[in-house]
Each structure stands twice: as C-alpha cells, then as structure tokens.
Antibody, heavy 116, light 110 residues
C-alpha cells in the first residue's frame, strides 16, 4: 500500500525555523517527483514546492522562495521541507504528495502553527 | 486570489447531477493536463481525475472530467451525501513554473 506520513509540525515563534519530514512506503520513492502543499485555516490548497526524482529540478511558490528549502533522501525514502524565517501566514496543515504536476497520492498532513 | 477560478459553492439533491467549473489561461489549463481533487476536512486530499478526463482505479464512473481550451469541468452524477466535500482543480502553470489550484468548491448535497 502506498503511504506518505508527515511529521515535524508544531508551534514555532515568528522568525523561527522548523523541518518537516515525509516518510514514503509502498512504492519506489526514487522514481517519483514529490511535492509539499499546504492549507491555511479556512483557506484552499496552496502548492509550496516540488522536487524531481533525482533532485535535479526544484521549484518553489513565490510566497516561500528564499525561506523554504525542499530536499529528499532516496536512500531513506524521505522528503523534507526546511522552513526558515517563519511568518504567521505560514500557519497551515502541510501535506506531502507524490507526482509530477498531478498529485496522485497525499499524506494526512502535519500542522504548523506560527505564533508568539 | 487563486490562479484558477472555481465557484465557491454548488449544491444539488441526492441522485442529481452537479457540474463544477474551473477557468484558467493558456499558461496553465490551456497547455497542461488538469486534475481534480476531493478533500474532506481532516483527511488527505484524494485524486479524482487526472489527465483531464481519466479516473484512477477505485474512483466510480459517477465522477467525470473534461477540458476545452482554457477551462475544465468536473461532473458528478447520482449525488450521494458522502460526496459532500471540497473539490479543487489543479494543473501546472508554465509561466509560474509551479502547480496551481483553484480556490475550491464546496459541494452540498441537500
């Protein structure tokens, strides 16, 4: 069974940092592009970042460019999102999702709250 | 303000049909595949339609998608109360070099 499990969310102060992880199982992780998508409270889905299977291609939404860094470790079947200089507007449930442009499988999400 | 435009809400009675529209531009829908997602609060979003009109295994044929020019639609027939959820269209935007979503449409089955 294909499974994506996010972790690392929590409460952080504005300006702080947090690293999210996504553990993948049930498929050949190294063959697929991966993404982070978030949903702020009461808002819709917002794509955050994508990384290709070999990390050759990386893309970011303008709202996080320069502050967030996506990475992956294919040996560990894991996806990461390093979030720096966090702002209140980054408060959201963060989902990892498998796919290139079309997001086939999603995790359950991890909540990030940025508040003083 | 989302790059793709969807109606905020739609409603219909059980057993009826509903159509959700998604409007974009040549940099997104016009030149890329459209996908549709179902999202119930507190759960993982689910892919309903990919490549404009294809269904993943396990998705009933009550759900269908189409695309014409810079717009796409999701049709749901034989509505069930279990279909109450938020629905999002999504695609790649070539100008933005990123995935873009519609603002989401809340479906109410009366």
């Amino acid at each position: 069974e294909v499974q994506l499990v996010e972790s690392g969310g929590g409460l952080v102060k504005p300006g702080g940092s947090l690293r999210l992880s996504c553990a993948a199982s049930g498929f050949t992780f190294s063959s697929y592009s991966m993404n982070w998508v978030r949903q702020a409270p009461g808002k819709g889905l917002e794509w955050v970042s994508s990384i290709s299977s070999s990390s050759s291609y990386i893309y970011y939404a303008d709202s996080v460019k320069g502050r967030f860094t996506i990475s992956r470790d294919n040996a560990k079947n894991s996806l990461y999102l390093q979030m720096n200089s966090l702002r209140a507007e980054d408060t959201a449930v963060y989902y990892c999702a498998r796919g290139q442009q079309q997001l086939v499988t999603w995790g359950q999400g991890t909540l990030v709250t940025v508040s003083s | 303000q989302s790059v793709l435009t969807q109606p905020p809400s739609v409603s219909a009675a059980p057993g009826q049909k509903v159509t959700i529209s998604c409007s974009g531009s040549t940099s997104n829908i016009g030149n890329n595949y459209v996908s549709w997602y179902q999202h119930l609060p507190g759960t993982a979003p689910k892919l309903l339609i990919y490549d404009n009109d294809k269904r993943p295994s396990g998705i009933p044929d009550r759900f269908s998608g189409s695309k014409s020019g810079t717009s796409a639609t999701l049709d749901i027939t034989g509505l069930q109360t279990a279909d109450e959820a938020d629905y999002y269209c999504g695609t790649w935007d070539t100008s933005l070099s990123g995935v873009v979503f519609g603002g989401g449409t809340k479906l109410t089955v009366l």
